[in-house]
């Protein structure tokens, strides 16, 4: 069974940083494309950033690029987003999603929130 658990969120100032992880079973990790996603309440889901299985490149969107940073463990099956100079539009709803075949996989969720 695939499961993906996020971690790490929570209450953090302006200016801030926090480090989400994101802990998969079920799946070969290091052979699979990874990424996070986030939600505003009322809004859609806006990609954050990815992790390419084939040579693990970084994507990020222009709104997180330069603060924020995605890693994986290959070894701990552990996705990670690192996430610095966090403005109050950051706040959200963070999943991890894999894709897999034609199937994507999501995690619970992990609620950011950034304010003063």
């Known amino acids: 069974e695939v499961q993906l658990v996020e971690s790490g969120g929570g209450l953090v100032q302006p200016g801030g940083s926090l480090r989400l992880s994101c802990v998969v079973s079920?799946?070969?990790?290091?052979?699979?494309?990874v990424s996070w996603v986030r939600q505003v309440p009322g809004k859609g889901l806006e990609w954050v950033s990815g992790?390419?299985?084939?040579?693990?490149?970084?994507h990020y969107a222009e709104s997180v690029k330069g603060r924020f940073t995605i890693s994986r463990d290959n070894a701990e099956n552990t996705l990670y987003l690192q996430m610095n100079s966090l403005k109050p539009e950051d706040t959200a709803v963070y999943y991890c999603?894999?894709?897999?075949?034609?199937?994507?996989?999501w995690g619970q969720g992990t609620q950011v929130t950034v304010s003063s």
């Open positions: 079920g799946f070969t990790f290091d052979e699979y494309s």
């Open positions: 999603k894999a894709r897999i075949g034609a199937y994507d996989y």
């Open positions: 992790s390419y299985w084939k040579d693990y490149s970084t």
